[in-house]
């Protein structure tokens, strides 16, 4: 009978150990000595995770402390500014996940999008359905930029086939900051260029996206910029030669970079 009784104790402490380590696997309480880098070693999550999850604003922790291990969130809201890489590293998500997750055949994303960092079919809706907002910056994993003047700096009026008129006179209409700027052009090809604009844009995988280089200082990167001539396009690259009110837009090819030459043109940043 002590034999039973003492096999049944085993067997209970052996399941109260394994649900202990069950419930405490999304959470760690805090011993004397602990630091949040050692902590951040051993559940394999970084400090800066650490502090995000725990609402922390320094690295004073206290013996007994309870401190979340795991991000909770299923999604991920998109804001001005990120990238797929971005919120990879910030969620631990692959960015092939992401893209998987969300039915993603690129790199854009939007603004307001809502991302789902796990195969929930009505996340991936609402992110599909997002192809409509303002695009945000892309995959960042490559911060050299694209953006090398053009060579040939001959003036012209000619008009190209990549302007879009319905959509100058729509943005025309709406509110936004309004300028006058030197405006220059360049292709995904150009002499020196990586084909990956400074926000992480790749050019060469999407040589007909509206993409400008512009000086961060004069217009923010990831805005929404109309252009007079060439249409509405994304602040996504910068350039050594481009400072102040000037700005280089992404052309197709040589041709029509070459027909767009030197311009003075009104831009109005739209966002």
Known sequence: MKKYLIALAGVFAIGTAALTSQASAASYKVEKGDTLWNISQDQDVSVQDLKKWNELKSDVIVPSQQLEV???????????????FKISKETGVSIKDLKANNNLNSDLIYVGQTLALSGDSHNVKVASDSNNQTPANTQATNTQTTNTQTSNKQTTNKQTTNTQPSTSQSAQQSSGKTMTVTATAYTPNCAGCSGVTATGINVKANPNMKVIAVDPRV??????????GYGTAIAGDTGGAIKGNRIDLLMPNNSQANSWGVRTVTIKVLD
């Open 70 to 84: 795991s991000s909770k969130a299923k999604t991920y809201t998109i804001k001005k500014g990120d990238t797929l």
């Open 219 to 228: 217009i923010p990167l990831g805005s929404k910029v109309w252009v007079e």
